[in-house]
């Protein structure tokens, strides 16, 4: 005679710990498109920014703790059961989630510029908790623990990051303009040491083939080696070099001259006009490393010529949007039309120095 009552249904099979971190991290992955491209969340309630940055913050220190607990029980043996897999997962990815939720609620009318490195903070958060739970997924005997700890250092760093974003588009124009300010420079002491060794690839060839010297001949060339004319400068090519020296300083110069207009004037309701300076600001240093990387043996004038061309147009156009902003109250003030004169002065000197390139 059956049974009066149905018997109860099979709990499902939980899969292994190993499993469902490799589980984990394929779904931490499948979030980052949503950030990546992810529109701010429409609301009819005020911007509260004290409290997004509260509850970001708040957010960041949940996910700092759950990497914290994760890194714990699983680098090392005995792994926890599958049910206690399933909770550590589960206290992840939720923690992820509410994560990006928060991100979301920052609207786009309080910057842009804001936006996007608050943004970039959530990527490197999520981006690196995947990672983490990638490398905990290895069975510990197999994963070196020096990566179980770069692993985790390197979300726990995104995470103590948040408390010093900036909090406002200013700051955040601040920040990007202070960064594009120090590529220049370094882009600019990176040309000017390699002017001073005459020798721009100084430590990149094997002294060990000295000895063979005598055994070069012609074919080197053939077979890909680098000939004389490959690895040093001509003097037409040095005295070019120098003119794209001072473009590049007149870069460094008119990205340090915005940044203290910004500074000084920048306001924080006119969140569009910051947004359109750092827009362009940032489209100087990618010029300026076009440039710098052609200036290198074998040199082609006629590349030098364009790069500093478009480097040039990027320039006066970042001075005539900073001119027509809020940022600077005297539009009158010559320093724009002076340094505009000396940029086209250096373009000019490249343009009658690679001449000859044109009329071949």
Not at 193 to 212: F, H, I, K, V, W
Request: charged share 25%; hydrophobic share 40%.
């Amino acid at each position: 005679m059956a049974s009066a009552t149905a018997p109860a249904a099979a709990a499902p099979t939980l899969a292994p710990p190993l499993q469902q971190l490799r589980h984990l991290a394929e779904e931490l992955r499948l979030l980052l498109p949503r950030v990546r491209v992810g529109e701010a969340q429409g609301t009819t309630e005020e911007f509260n920014r004290e409290m997004f940055w509260r509850r970001l913050n708040e957010a960041a220190v949940t996910v700092s703790r759950e990497a914290t607990t994760l890194t714990t029980v699983f680098s090392q043996l005995p792994l926890p059961s599958p049910q206690e897999t399933q909770k550590f997962c589960e206290q992840v990815h939720a923690a992820i989630k509410a994560f990006i939720a928060v991100y979301c609620l920052l609207p786009k009318d309080q910057g842009i510029t804001l936006r996007k490195l608050v943004r970039g903070a959530t990527l490197d958060i999520v981006d690196g908790m995947a990672q983490l739970v990638e490398v905990l997924s290895i069975t510990p005997t197999q994963s070196p623990e020096n990566n179980d700890l770069i692993s985790y250092i390197s979300v726990w760093v995104a995470c103590q990051q948040m408390p010093r974003m900036p909090r406002d588009n200013k700051a955040a124009a601040l920040l990007m303009l202070t960064k594009n300010v120090d590529f220049v420079k370094d882009a600019h002491e990176e040309m000017q040491r390699a002017m001073e060794e005459c020798d721009p690839y100084s430590g990149l060839l094997n002294d060990t083939d000295e000895n063979n010297s005598d055994n070069h001949n012609d074919e080197d060339d053939v077979l890909g080696f680098p000939s004389n004319r490959d690895l040093y400068w001509s003097e037409d090519d040095e005295e070019l070099i120098i003119r794209c020296l001072a473009l590049v300083i007149a870069s460094k110069a008119c990205l340090k001259k915005i940044r203290i207009l910004v500074a000084e004037n920048g306001k924080k309701d006119q969140v569009a006009q910051l947004d359109d300076i750092v827009d362009i600001s940032d489209e100087i240093s990618p010029s300026v490393n076009d440039l710098a990387l052609s200036i290198y043996p074998p040199m082609c004038h006629l590349t030098v010529r364009i790069n500093s061309a478009k480097l040039v147009s990027v320039l006066k156009k970042a001075l005539e949007i900073t001119k027509a902003s809020h940022v600077n109250p005297q539009p009158g003030d010559s320093w724009i039309p002076l340094l505009i004169n000396a940029i086209d002065h250096f373009m000019n000197r490249i343009k009658e120095l690679t001449r000859s390139e044109l009329e071949l």
